[in-house]
């Protein structure tokens, strides 16, 4: 189950991207107090800051302290170019706890799924194979295959 956070276009700066984390971890803190069955139900915070690494680390921070059972990296995938989006999963990685699931939100290449995976990411949320289905075609290990001329 994820928080409610607060998304804005990846490529905002200034103030903006700060209110936006803050704002997401306030909201994690309401969840955490109104979740009534974490024995049978996993809470995962979603870090937030943009490509700004520095938002990203207190977002980190902010939220490891709260000792989740995993955790989302969220706001990408909104017009930031694809070295910083990877960049930003590999920081986020890099700090997050090993012994806990790392899930990646909005996902919707394939490249990403393999290089993410790469980069630590244990779980996706990804448009692509829905997507890529509703023009029928289906993914296979041995390629895309086309179920409509």
Not at 33 to 56: C, T, Y
Not at 95 to 105: E, G, Q, S, V
Not at 121 to 145: E, I, K, Q
Request: charged share 30%; net charge neutral; proline share 5%.
């Amino acid at each position: 189950m994820m928080q409610l956070d607060d998304v804005i276009k990846t490529t905002t700066e200034g103030p903006r991207v700060i209110e936006a984390q803050e704002r997401t971890t306030r909201w994690l803190d309401r969840c955490i107090e109104a979740h009534s069955k974490p024995d049978i139900q996993n809470l995962f915070p979603i870090i937030q800051g943009g490509v700004d690494l520095e938002l990203r680390k207190k977002s980190l921070d902010d939220l490891i302290a709260r000792d989740a059972p995993g955790y989302a990296i969220g706001g990408l995938a909104g017009g930031e170019d694809k070295a910083d989006f990877w960049k930003v999963v590999d920081f986020c990685t890099d700090h997050l706890p090993k012994h806990k699931p790392r899930y990646l939100m909005g996902v919707g290449y394939p490249i990403d799924l393999l290089v993410c995976s790469c980069l630590g990411v244990d779980m996706f949320d990804c448009v692509y194979p829905t997507r890529t289905a509703r023009f029928g075609t289906a993914l296979t290990r041995f390629g895309n295959l086309k179920l409509v001329k």
